[in-house]
């Protein structure tokens, strides 16, 4: 059983940083991607990036237009834990944030992953 639990969430003034974590358990990396996603009341979950892992120690990350150059996206496979740094928060940033599991390569369809967690809610005020 695949299980995602996110946390690192809350709310900061424009400029600051925030980290989600994304907890994964009953999951093997390799092969498969790991997304982030978000979703801002009223709008559409959008994908913000992903991370498709080759090996061990190899694997590479996507992002969307509006947080490249702020959000960067790691894993540490010895903690089963896949990190969202956040940088630069933007009020336009404030959304509730998922974590989910692709059997393939990244996608920024919703449709393409098959596990989520339940979400970690991001606030930045200007």
């Known amino acids: 059983q695949v299980q995602l639990v996110e946390s690192g969430g809350g709310s900061v003034q424009a400029g600051g940083s925030l980290r989600l974590s994304c907890a994964v358990s009953g999951y093997t990396y390799i092969g498969k991607c790991m997304g982030w996603f978000r979703q801002a009341p009223g709008k559409e979950r959008e994908g913000v990036g992903g991370?498709?892992?080759?090996?061990?120690?190899?694997?590479?990350?996507y992002y969307a237009d509006p947080v490249k150059g702020r959000f960067t996206i790691s894993q540490d496979n010895a903690k089963n834990t896949v990190y969202l740094q956040m940088n630069s928060l933007k009020p336009e940033d404030t959304a509730m944030y998922y974590c989910?599991?692709?059997?393939?390569?990244?996608?920024?369809?919703?449709?393409?992953?098959?596990?989520w967690g339940q979400g970690t809610q991001v606030t930045v005020s200007s």
């Open positions: 991370l498709y892992t080759y090996t061990d120690r190899t694997y590479s990350t």
């Open positions: 989910a599991t692709a059997p393939g390569v990244c996608s920024w369809s919703d449709t393409e992953y098959n596990y």
